[in-house]
Each structure stands twice: as structure tokens, then as C-alpha cells.
């Protein structure tokens, strides 16, 4: 049964940093595109970031600048560095992933808080 495990949200200031991590049980992990979504009280769900199988990075207008992509095939990991966290930012966060010829989510993780406090 494949998981996707998000960890590294939490409460921050306005203008800190934060890391969050997502672990896949995804045997074949590399194939699939993965993907950051968030979703604030009331807003609908947002994709925020995505890194596909190759490696390349895509953003949102709204955290170019401030947020990076990556992934660690080796451990299964992708995660999303958040610098100079805004108010705005504050939502659950979700991990995706998608294989690559896939043009919807395949799994979900079950999402970490974060708060930017002003």
C-alpha cells in the first residue's frame, strides 16, 4: 500500500523558514512526478510546486523566489523549502504524486499545518 508522509510543518513568524519533507512508499518512486499542494480555511485546494520525474522544478507565481523544489531519489523523499514565509502562506500542505504520463494524482499524503504568524 503506497504512503506519502509529510513532515516539517509547524507555527513560524513572518519571514522565517521552514522545510517541510514527504516520504513515499513508492517502489518505483523516480517514474513519478511530484507535487506540493496547499489548501487555506475556505480557499479551494491550490498547487503550489511540482518537480517532475527528470527533475525540473515549477512554481506558482505567488512563492517564486521563496520556495524550492527538490527530491532525493535515493531516500524516496521530495520536499519544499519555504523561505520568507508570509501570512498568505498559511495552509495545509499536501504531497502528491503522479506518474509521469498520469494526468491526475495518483496518491495523496494526509497534509501538515503550517502557520505564519504576522
Known amino acids: 500500500q503506497v504512503q506519502l508522509v509529510e513532515s516539517g510543518g509547524g507555527l513560524v513568524q513572518a519571514g522565517g523558514s521552514l522545510r517541510l519533507s514527504c516520504a513515499a512508499s513508492i517502489r518505483t518512486f523516480s517514474v513519478y512526478d511530484m507535487e506540493w499542494y496547499r489548501q487555506a480555511p475556505g480557499k479551494e485546494r491550490e498547487l503550489v510546486a511540482g518537480?517532475?520525474?527528470?527533475?525540473?522544478?515549477s512554481y506558482v507565481d505567488s512563492v517564486k523566489g521563496r520556495f524550492t523544489i527538490s527530491r532525493d531519489n535515493g531516500k524516496n523523499t521530495v520536499y519544499l523549502q519555504m523561505n520568507s514565509l508570509k501570512p498568505e502562506d498559511t495552509a495545509v500542505y499536501y504531497c502528491a504524486a503522479r506518474w509521469r504520463f498520469s494526468r491526475q494524482v495518483d496518491y495523496w499524503g494526509q497534509g501538515t499545518q503550517v502557520t505564519v504568524s504576522s
Open positions: 518537480i517532475s520525474s527528470g527533475g525540473s522544478p
